[in-house]
């Protein structure tokens, strides 16, 4: 248990540049959806019925 702890622990750490990265992204898309909600909520029910679509059973 502890060895799978610290390896993720050490993964994060070795690519923190990438949680930010991750963040901003996340960011400008909550911006961009409040800027456009009509299109946003159109891409959105486009991407949610692709994903439902293609599901596994």
């Known amino acids: 248990m502890e060895t799978t ?21 996340y ?4 911006v961009w959806v409040f800027r456009t909600p009509l299109a946003s909520y159109i891409s959105l029910s486009v991407i ?3 994903f439902i679509l ?3 059973y």
């Open 5 to 25: 702890v610290l390896n993720s622990t050490l993964l994060v750490t070795k690519n923190w540049w990438l949680s930010i990265l991750i963040g901003l992204v």
């Open 27 to 30: 960011i400008i898309l909550g």
């Open 48 to 50: 949610f019925s692709i």
């Open 54 to 56: 293609f599901q596994d």
